[in-house]
């Protein structure tokens, strides 16, 4: 068991070890189809890396951060610390002096247990998927639902302590358990996200994170803060389609989060685009309109990443744990003004995205009969 247990502090330790390198970079969305009420699958939006693979746009640029600027890396090294030294006797636990006050908190250290438990149980649920996912050059078509089911069941679930719900429109009636044989049920939940006007749509999963650490009271302290997980059934991630739809769901539901629980404001918020071997990450912060991109998609199934990407996934599902409260703070890193997004480049949009819920179980149609306010020029003069 302790061998087990020290595999995942390991894992974490390695990752640390590594915080030197560039974690996220910024993007700037130079058009979108944001207002207008497309469904998240018809979003379109191109950013500044999209449009630098053209010839004629050489000189696009983004900033980068690096893992310390991202993460709180003192209390992940204390949270090694202290659970290195549950392996040890008592006696040298009675020499340490005691450990930092950055980790007195029950939250984290139960994140700490949902990645102890998964590492514990990586090769099986590795397995899992790729008995689903990888199996299917040889056998037949896989079906999105497929992938979405494997990813719930063997990934995204665990690493959230049970916190994941699949839409259910994907979920068929008669067969709510997982794709790859090992029968352990699926959950379905309203996962719509958005209003009519705006973009909007069912996401394929929403994986809720830790609670947010309060420093200032408010009025719902329990509220956790929700991350959707877009599926792609191709392995194709440069897919600009399946971008664009996540980067629509990963600022709506920015907006949404920070609606529903005003303490995350300022939080870039993360959110998922799977496919079926990699994950790319996406964060927004909509205070400082910082749309954020991690730098290398985590891989899957690659054996010299496998821990790595268990790793990261994990901080990004906890960021409220782990992630700094500067990171996108524009006032007190002034030099990522030049940076933002520029998505809430009119107070139209601001004002529509002010709206915007999470949880929503339908959207109505709405009707296709123009309302306008008619002033005519005769009286205007
Ligand atoms: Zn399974």
Redesign the pocket.
């Known amino acids: 068991m302790s061998a087990y247990r020290s595999r995942a502090i390991n894992d974490l330790e390695a990752v640390l070890s590594e915080q030197n390198r560039s974690e996220i970079m910024t993007l700037k969305i130079i058009s979108c189809n944001c207002i207008g009420g497309k469904l998240f699958s018809a979003a379109s939006v191109v950013t500044q890396e999209m449009l630098s693979i053209f010839e004629d746009f050489p000189s696009e640029k983004s900033c980068t951060l690096a893992f310390e600027d991202v993460w709180d890396v003192r209390k992940l090294q204390d949270l090694v610390e202290l659970h290195s030294e549950k392996e040890w006797k008592e006696e040298v636990r009675a020499k340490k002096p005691k450990i930092s006050k950055s980790i007195q908190n029950n939250k984290d250290d139960a994140a700490f247990v949902n990645l102890e438990n998964y590492i514990l149980d990586l090769d099986y649920h590795m397995s899992?998927m790729k008995k689903v996912i990888k199996n299917r050059k040889e056998e037949r078509d896989l079906s999105k639902r497929e992938v979405i089911k494997?990813l719930n069941?063997?990934l995204f679930s665990p690493l959230s302590g049970g916190n994941c719900v699949i839409d259910f429109h994907v979920m068929e009636e008669d067969n709510c358990v997982?794709?790859?044989?090992?029968t352990?049920p699926v959950h379905a939940g309203p996962t719509g996200i958005g209003v009519e006007s705006c973009w909007h749509g069912f996401v394929d999963m929403v994986v809720s994170g830790n609670e947010l650490v309060n420093t200032v009271q408010t009025s719902d302290l329990s509220e956790k803060v929700k991350m959707v997980v877009g599926v792609k059934r191709e392995e194709n991630l440069l897919d600009s389609r399946f971008q664009s739809s996540v980067i629509a769901e990963t600022i709506t539901n920015s907006f949404a989060q920070v609606n529903r629980n005003p303490a995350v404001s300022g939080l870039p918020i993360p959110a998922f685009g799977c496919t079926p071997d990699e994950i790319l990450v996406f964060a927004y912060d909509c205070r400082n309109d910082m749309l954020l991109k991690k730098m290398v998609d985590l891989k899957l199934f690659h054996d010299d990443v496998k821990s790595a990407t268990i790793v990261m996934l994990w901080l990004y599902i906890n960021f409220t744990s782990f992630m700094r409260r500067d990171v996108t703070d524009t006032l007190t890193k002034p030099f990522l003004s030049e940076f933002t997004s520029e998505f809430c480049s009119s107070r139209q949009i601001e004002s529509c995205y002010r709206k915007v819920t999470s949880a929503t179980p339908e959207f109505y149609p709405v009707s296709n009969w123009p309302k306008l306010n008619y002033y005519s020029s005769a009286n205007m003069t």
């Open positions: 899992c494997a069941v063997h997982c794709s790859c044989g090992c352990t």
